[in-house]
């Protein structure tokens, strides 16, 4: 095996969805969450007595407001009603449905279950209107939605609709110690202008629209250039439209917006392995590394890797046993054979074979597992390493 040859097999792992790809991947971005009827809304209360609006808040496990916008869903009998993004605070409002078919006034949602609150002669109309409401909350839940977080589901069954229109609180907690940079504070600084336009990108790119959510990307970022996420969904547009160099354009002008969200640094790396500037890989993976020390596997990784390239053994063995540090998780199988790679130019075989074993291990059925067993079968007969107990 040469250099050049595991590069070639373990850049896969640092190249991004939508990198000059026809249509990038759903659900690697936040613009996954967005349909086209998705509208930012503030709290209400009950407007009247027929139309109750729902409210509630989203908070990050430490109580504090969501760094962005979150999307909210409904569902009713496993069937998705509705999406709304919260305000800056994290609050949300939707009017109530039926979970049997649309509606949004109690008598329409009264008809559904066979009473009518107008004729309702032991009732109130708030009172009558409410109990309808409450049947067609029936298998009903709340969910929220934001990359690099979960959220526990809210049910809306047993909700008191009396006098008290407040579902309760959902809680975000990161998917990780890195999942908090997968988001970008600079969202809520945006002005309404730069929010509107941003969410007819979204809109544009659920439904694969690539100019026209390259336009309304945009133009959110002409409005409002420290807009980061609008700028790293711009380079997808562009990605998606064969532009490669106004995407990497678009993904570096993310960074400078700000540098914590680490999102554009897959998508500029993989494109500068393609072009097999390993310098600027390099670089880029340092900055990333440096956004938090503690929360990328991958970008130590990517460090290793271009510093095998460039020679310099000393700093990828380094990176590459720092990203199994790291890697609590044990998700990232190719930092063991980087290393197991590195120990065997070294001739240190004994070591490599120890790691090209774990990499085995962890990704059996890997696209170069019948190479690293055979190099590891090759230690074994010339005595390099002892055979597997």
């Not at 109580?63 to 994290?90: I, S």
């Not at 659920?206 to 959110?220: D, L, P, Q, S, Y």
Request: with cysteine.
């Amino acid at each position: 095996m040469d250099a050049r040859s595991i590069v070639l097999t373990v850049v896969v792992c640092v190249s991004a969805p939508g990198v000059l790809a026809q249509s990038p991947a759903s659900g690697n971005t936040p613009s996954a969450a967005g349909p086209p009827s998705l509208q930012r809304q503030s709290p209400a209360a009950i407007t009247d007595s027929w139309r109750m609006f729902l409210t509630g808040n989203v908070t990050l496990n430490d109580g504090t407001a969501p760094p962005e916008f979150v999307v909210v869903k409904q569902t009713c009998g496993g069937q998705l009603k509705r999406e709304v993004l919260t305000d800056a605070a994290g609050q949300f409002s939707f009017k109530s449905a039926s979970s049997r078919g649309a509606g949004t006034e109690a008598s329409q949602d009264a008809s559904v279950v066979g009473r009518n609150p107008m004729e309702d002669l032991g009732e109130s109309k708030t009172a009558a209107g409410e109990k309808a409401i409450r049947n067609g909350l029936e298998g009903c839940g709340l969910e929220a939605v934001l990359p690099g977080f979960i959220a526990s589901p809210l049910s809306l069954n047993s909700h008191n609709l009396s006098g008290n229109p407040q579902v309760g609180t959902i809680i975000l907690k990161p998917l990780s110690k890195a999942g908090g940079y997968t988001v970008s504070a600079t969202t809520l600084q945006a002005p309404p202008k730069a929010l509107k336009a941003y969410e007819k990108g979204l809109a544009a790119m659920k439904e694969e629209k690539w100019e026209t959510a390259e336009r309304e990307f945009g133009r959110a970022a002409e409005v409002y250039p420290g807009f980061a996420v609008a700028w790293y969904e711009l380079g997808v547009a562009r990605s998606a439209g064969m532009d490669g160099a106004g995407a990497e354009e678009a993904w570096k002008r993310s960074l400078q917006a700000d540098p914590k969200y680490v999102k554009p640094y897959q998508p500029l790396i993989a494109m500068a392995n393609q072009r097999h500037d390993w310098a600027q890989s390099e670089h880029l993976a340092s900055e990333w590394i440096n956004t938090d020390r503690e929360a990328f596997p991958e970008a130590y990784l990517v460090d290793a890797l271009a510093n095998l390239m460039l020679d310099d053994l000393e700093k990828a063995e380094h990176s590459a046993r720092e990203s199994i540090r790291v890697d609590t998780q044990h998700q990232v199988s190719k930092s063991r054979y980087v290393l197991g790679y590195i120990l065997g130019l070294r001739r240190e075989f004994a070591a490599s074979a120890e790691y090209f074993r774990e990499y085995l291990t962890m990704a059996p059925h890997a696209d170069n597992a019948a190479l690293v067993r055979q190099q590891l079968d090759e230690y074994e007969r010339a005595g390099l390493a002892a055979p597997k107990p």
